[in-house]
């Protein structure tokens, strides 16, 4: 499970990833994984990705993809004057794209499937006026504005429980969420482990 939150007022970013007592028993690596960094003007981009049990390199592709999610947003904040909503909408696009080609580069160069590195993506990027945020599988990103909590982004809809889409299913398109939302005081990136916490939690509070 991981969680990241940060204030959009002094930028604070912190978060985790801790292995469940499922993996420690078996010996089994985290396979969850996040990411986050500070830019210039108090701008800051975070990422989570939580590999599948069954991929057995979901690990590595949990890692590469919230690394390689950040470090592009990161250059984009870098260097932008101002980012408005259809700019973040092209950073995260961008940002997804190339985690895919970077983890599909890994597996062609080890030799194995790509699926074998299946993982989830989350990542939300922030300015001083906005926050946007984009998903491809479950876990979700919450903002809180004025005491109140709300999603950026839509819940992953499945058919079945404990079923997700990792980012490099060929039609991940069709499972890409994407939201924006101005004046935000927080944001909370996190994996479907914090899932039966953060909903019951945030539907008390108008989500």
């Given at each position: 499970?991981?969680?990241?939150?940060?204030?959009?007022?002094?930028?604070?970013?912190f978060?985790?990833?801790i292995?469940?007592?499922?993996?420690?028993?078996?010996?089994?690596?985290?396979?969850?994984?996040?990411?986050?960094?500070?830019?210039?003007?108090?701008?800051?981009?975070?990422?989570?990705?939580?590999?599948?049990?069954?991929?057995?390199?979901?690990?590595?592709?949990?890692?590469?993809?919230?690394?390689?999610s950040?470090?592009?947003?990161?250059?984009?904040?870098?260097?932008?004057?101002?980012?408005?909503?259809?700019k973040?909408?092209?950073?995260?696009?961008?940002?997804?794209q190339?985690?895919?080609?970077?983890?599909?580069?890994?597996?062609?160069?080890?030799?194995?499937s790509?699926?074998?590195?299946?993982?989830?993506?989350?990542?939300?990027?922030?300015?001083?006026?906005?926050?946007?945020?984009?998903?491809?599988?479950?876990?979700?990103?919450?903002?809180?504005?004025?005491?109140?909590?709300?999603?950026?982004?839509?819940?992953?809809?499945?058919?079945?429980?404990?079923?997700?889409?990792?980012?490099?299913?060929?039609?991940?398109?069709?499972?890409?969420?994407?939201?924006?939302?101005?004046d935000?005081?927080?944001?909370?990136?996190?994996?479907?482990?914090?899932?039966?916490?953060?909903?019951?939690?945030?539907?008390?509070?108008?989500?």
């Amino acid at each position: 499970m991981k969680g990241i939150s940060s204030s959009s007022y002094s930028t604070n970013i912190f978060g985790c990833s801790i292995k469940g007592p499922a993996h420690k028993k078996s010996g089994s690596p985290c396979q969850d994984a996040w990411a986050g960094t500070e830019c210039l003007d108090s701008r800051f981009v975070i990422a989570v990705a939580d590999g599948l049990g069954s991929a057995s390199h979901s690990h590595e592709g949990s890692y590469l993809a919230t690394k390689t999610s950040v470090d592009i947003a990161k250059t984009y904040l870098e260097n932008e004057d101002h980012i408005n909503q259809n700019k973040a909408k092209s950073i995260l696009r961008e940002a997804f794209q190339k985690s895919r080609q970077v983890i599909t580069d890994r597996a062609n160069e080890i030799k194995v499937s790509k699926s074998a590195f299946n993982t989830t993506l989350l990542t939300a990027v922030a300015t001083s006026s906005a926050v946007a945020g984009a998903a491809v599988g479950d876990g979700g990103i919450v903002v809180r504005q004025k005491a109140k909590n709300s999603l950026l982004i839509p819940r992953e809809k499945t058919e079945y429980i404990n079923e997700t889409t990792p980012v490099q299913s060929n039609n991940w398109e069709n499972h890409y969420r994407f939201g924006y939302q101005t004046d935000v005081d927080a944001v909370a990136v996190f994996s479907d482990g914090l899932d039966p916490f953060v909903w019951s939690l945030t539907s008390k509070k108008n989500v």
